[in-house]
Every structure is written in C-alpha cells, then in structure tokens.
C-alpha cells in the first residue's frame, strides 16, 4: 500500500524578525474545503494583521495552493508551500500571520521568516506516515536490548511500548515493506534466540521522531 506522510496534528509557532511578527499554524485536512475554513478562521481571528499568508497541499487530486496575500509576488506564499513539498508532507494546511513591524525584510529576508515559520510549525505539530503497519512482540535479553533498538529505527520501526520485566518485550510497528526483512535480520544476529511474534496489522497514520502515537 502506499506510504505517505501528513501532519501528526496541530501545530504553533512564533518568530519575530527584525520588529516583524510571524505567528505560523498548521492543521492536518484531507479536504479542500476544510483547508479553506482554516484560512477563513485566520483572517477572521487576525482581521487586524499586515497579512494571511496560506499554503495547502492535498493528496487526493495533486491540489497545491498558496498565497502571498499581498506579499511582494514569491516572497511568501511559495516559501511557505516548498516547506511542505520538501519534506514530503500531504493533506496540509498552513497559515502564517505577519504583524509588520515597521522594518522592511527585502525580498530574501521574507523568503527565510515565512520559510522558518513555516518549518517551526510543523515541527510543533510533528509528523505520521499513512500506510500499512505490522506490529510484533519482540522478546529480547537486556544485553540484546541495544542492538534490537538500533535494528527497529534502521528498519523505520515505531515503539509503542517496552515492558522491562525478567526480560524486555518490546511492542513495536514496522512498515509493511520492511517487517519481513527485519525479522531476518534479528534471528540472523541473535543465531535465533530473538524471534519477532506477529501480532496483527492496520492502515493507519502512526507519528514518526518521538512523542506520542496519536491515532488520526
């Protein structure tokens, strides 16, 4: 199935750049429509700001959209989307609010705050990936417990939970194309002392570097 990556949830940022202030938002949304009620709750929130500046991407359909709202042409709008674009992120919508602060940036200096600003919302509002996920039980020695963890994150593996008992179980996702592989490889290294347990498996969108797993 195919893998994709969206926002993991809401996300909040603010910079200040020479006097000016950029407050930056981004919500995940699988609809046009909802992308659209976002920027509408923003320019209704910040009737009073300098400028609503907005980017969308949706998957369904290849919708790209963005704005400078008066912005000079590219120096906004388009920064703003590419934060998305390049790091492969769908089904987003981001609004970045600037409150002018009597300093003109220049067309670079605008480029780079609402590029930042961008950025540092969507790493408030963290990442998931969309697709098919297996999850094992793996039964593991402490002294095995290092490398079995370095193996799961080399794998692309998300840890749900890690039970330190007599020995470490640890409850963990693995990309559909990956889990067999990773399996190999474990009782290969372990010479069969480890042996990953399939548990079941699900479509669903799991957060990626760190925090908590919320379910889209």
Request: hydrophobic share 40%; with cysteine.
């Amino acid at each position: 199935m195919i893998r994709y990556r969206i926002p993991a949830g809401f996300g909040q940022a603010e910079l200040v750049e020479r006097h000016s202030r950029f407050i930056s938002r981004v919500w995940p949304v699988e609809t046009e429509a909802e992308a659209v009620a976002c920027i509408r709750q923003m320019r209704e929130q910040h009737w009073d700001a300098t400028h609503n500046v907005y980017a969308y991407i949706l998957r369904t359909g290849g919708i790209m959209r963005y704005s400078d709202d008066g912005e000079p042409q590219g120096t906004s709008g388009m920064p703003t989307l590419n934060v998305f674009r390049s790091a492969g992120i769908f089904n987003v919508c981001c609004v970045v609010t600037r409150y002018f602060g009597g300093i003109l940036l220049g067309a670079g200096g605008l480029v780079r705050a609402y590029g930042a600003a961008a950025k540092l919302a969507l790493d408030a509002a963290g990442i998931s990936v969309m697709g098919l996920w297996k999850r094992y039980l793996i039964g593991c020695s402490y002294g095995q417990f290092e490398r079995i963890r370095l193996e799961l994150e080399s794998f692309g593996a998300v840890t749900e939970d890690t039970d330190y008992g007599a020995d470490i179980v640890i409850t963990a996702l693995l990309p559909e194309e990956s889990a067999d592989a990773f399996c190999t490889r474990v009782v290969d290294m372990t010479a069969g002392t480890v042996c990953p347990d399939y548990v079941d498996e699900e479509y669903r969108a799991v957060r990626i570097g760190g925090g908590k797993d919320d379910r889209n």
